[in-house]
């Protein structure tokens, strides 16, 4: 298992930036792959971005790609989202979570391969 505890969350402005981070703690070895979601009021949890624990492969949802970057602190053992050119569609509670064990990168889309769920730091971006 690991722990996972998430940061950085607070009020914006439309056409701010704002860097979130995912301290990941206990079974690192068995990561396999690192997702941030979030969920906007009223809406199900949906995917933002995901990274290959082993470096290499990075993915984004259509709508913030180009204004997010996930990546990897190794030495600290952090995942952090770099979330430019916030808009208020991007106002929802973000969460990290990992997928464990040798589960093949084409899983990255999958909720129900995640499991370790954050608390969720919540961004509001106001207009």
């Known amino acids: 298992q690991v722990q996972l505890v998430e940061s950085g969350g607070g009020l914006v402005q439309a056409g701010d930036s704002l860097r979130l981070s995912c301290a990941v703690s206990?079974?690192?070895?068995?990561?396999?792959?690192m997702g941030w979601f979030r969920r906007t009021p009223g809406k199900v949890r949906e995917f933002v971005a995901a990274l290959a624990w082993s470096g290499g492969n990075t993915d984004y949802a259509d709508s913030v790609k180009g204004r997010f970057t996930i990546s990897r602190d190794n030495a600290k053992n952090t995942v952090a989202l770099q979330m430019n050119s916030l808009n208020p569609g991007d106002t929802a509670v973000y969460y990290c979570?990992?997928?464990?064990?040798?589960?093949?990168?084409?899983?990255?889309?999958?909720?129900?391969?995640?499991?370790?769920w954050g608390q969720g730091t919540h961004v509001p971006v106001s207009s």
């Open positions: 206990g079974r690192t070895f068995r990561v396999a792959t």
């Open positions: 979570a990992p997928i464990m064990g040798s589960t093949s990168w084409c899983s990255r889309l999958l909720q129900r391969k995640y499991n370790n």
